[in-house]
Nanobody, 125 residues
């Protein structure tokens, strides 16, 4: 059974940086897409970014583009989300996700095979 554990969230001021981590266990992830979603208060969960095992990146093309960077370490079954120049509107519960595919667009289109429990990011103004 796939198990994802996120860490790295917290309370920061606008303009600060955070790095989220997600460690996966339960299967071999080096052929799968790993990525991040977020859900702000009162809003639906939205896609942030995905990365294939080869390092190909799919992102959301929204306000987070250029400020957030996704990466992964296949040897450690870990995906990261480096978030810079954080804004109050980035406040959300951030979820790690896995899609059993070779294509990040599958995750972008909503196909997710496993979710983490979420890590809260709060950005104060």
């Amino acid at each position: 059974q796939v198990h994802l554990v996120e860490s790295g969230g917290g309370l920061v001021q606008a303009g600060a940086s955070l790095r989220l981590s997600c460690v996966a266990s339960g299967t071999t992830f080096n052929k799968y897409v790993m990525g991040w979603f977020r859900q702000a208060p009162g809003k639906e969960r939205e896609f942030v970014a995905a990365i294939t095992w080869k390092g190909d990146i799919t992102d959301s093309r929204d306000s987070a583009t250029g400020r957030f960077t996704i990466s992964r370490d296949n040897d450690k079954n870990t995906v990261y989300l480096q978030m810079d120049t954080l804004k109050p509107e980035d406040t959300a519960l951030y979820y790690c996700a896995v899609t059993m595919s070779l294509f990040g667009t599958d995750m972008l289109q909503g196909t997710v095979d496993a979710w983490g429990q979420g890590t809260l990011v709060t950005v104060s103004s």
